[in-house]
């Protein structure tokens, strides 16, 4: 079967770093991205992983381990707006529809 | 770009009603993808058209839910009849290999349609 889990929630304190993380089983793989999605909107793109290895982007990175079937998206310096579900989803290969996790909600503290 | 439209935002509805929600994918995009979200389940896709063409429906629930794309700039997902379980915000969202900055199958979101059934 396809499997996508990740941890529900997450409290970081504004300025710090926090690391959230997912690991999937899935039929194929053609590639791992992570969205963002505030309260009440869509989610929008932040990262796209195909090779082993970390994609920075700003403040935000994504890490990823195929034989492991592990990544996690970093965010750094942290800020209140940063306060959001972060999705994890796999495009298993034989499509181009992607399946995703559950989310993880992270709460920023001043 | 004005990016994925979807119509209307909200819609509150009784129960056997049957519900219409409208999408309009970006131009040039091949893709189409149906989602609803819950608290409970998450991201749930329902269906997908490539080119037009229905090609994973394997997500929609039951006979109640019926999906159409019938030119390359808009799409329908139908319920009827309507039931207080169905209440969950649905997703629009389009893609085209490549798009994106270059991340294969980058899917854009719609704003949501927020549906109530009571």
């Known amino acids: 079967g396809q499997n996508i889990d990740q941890p529900t929630e997450m409290t970081a304190t504004e300025g710090a770093i926090v690391q959230i993380n997912c690991t999937y089983q899935t039929s194929g793989f053609n590639g791992l991205f992570w969205y963002q999605q505030h309260a009440g909107e869509a989610p929008t793109f932040l990262s796209y992983?195909?090779?082993?290895g970390l994609e920075e982007k700003g403040r935000f990175s994504s890490f990823l381990s195929r034989s492991k079937g592990y990544s996690y998206l970093l965010l750094k310096e942290l800020q209140m707006k940063d306060s959001a579900s972060y999705l994890c989803a796999v495009n298993n290969g034989a499509t181009n529809k992607l399946i995703f996790g559950t989310g993880t909600l992270l709460a920023v503290q001043p | 770009d004005a990016g994925v439209i979807q119509s209307p935002r909200h819609e509150v509805t009784e129960m056997g009603q049957e519900v219409t929600l409208r999408c309009k994918p970006i131009?040039?995009?091949?893709?189409l993808f149906w989602y609803r979200q819950t608290m409970m389940r998450g991201l749930e896709l329902l269906i997908y058209?490539?080119?037009?063409?229905?090609?994973?429906d394997s997500g929609m629930p039951e006979d109640r839910f019926s999906a159409k794309m019938p030119n390359a700039s808009f799409s329908t997902l139908k319920i009827q009849p309507s039931e207080p379980r169905d209440s969950a915000v649905y997703f629009c969202a389009s893609s085209s290999p490549g798009s994106g900055g270059g991340s294969s199958y980058e899917q854009y979101f719609g704003p949501g349609t927020r549906l109530t059934v009571t």
């Open positions: 992983n195909v090779l082993d």
């Open positions: 058209f490539n080119n037009n063409v229905p090609i994973d």
């Open positions: 131009s040039g995009h091949n893709s």
